[in-house]
Nanobody, 115 residues
Framework: QVQVVESGGGLVQAGGSLRLSCVASGTVFSINVMSWYRQAPGKQRELVAAITSGGSTNYVDSVKGRFTISRDNAKKTVYLQMNSLKPEDTAVYYC?????????WGQGTQVTVSS
């Protein structure tokens, strides 16, 4: 069993910063891709950023230059540093861990950016 838990969400003013964390627990040997998704009310869930086991990253265009994804393999943790936050970044942020042929999702953490 693999459990995935996100933390770090909250309420912040536009221009502020937050750092999200996602940690895996349970029987985890190797995590391939670690990703952050978000879903705003009335919208589809979208990929925000992803990082491979080799450290390659990709970002959705709307967050490039503002968000940074990183991982600590020893801690089985992935981070999302979010700077220069905008009201349109408001959403529930979900972590997805790809392990072997399976994907494991967290429960989500709310990020609210006020204008």
């Amino acid at each position: 069993q693999v459990q995935v838990v996100e933390s770090g969400g909250g309420l912040v003013q536009a221009g502020g910063s937050l750092r999200l964390s996602c940690v895996a627990s349970g029987t985890v040997f190797s995590i391939n891709v670690m990703s952050w998704y978000r879903q705003a009310p009335g919208k589809q869930r979208e990929l925000v950023a992803a990082i491979t086991s080799g450290g390659s990253t990709n970002y959705v265009d709307s967050v490039k230059g503002r968000f940074t994804i990183s991982r600590d393999n020893a801690k089985k943790t992935v981070y999302l540093q979010m700077n220069s936050l905008k009201p349109e970044d408001t959403a529930v942020y979900y972590c997805k861990l790809s392990i072997a042929a399976y994907d494991f999702w967290g429960q989500g953490t709310q990020v609210t950016v006020s204008s």
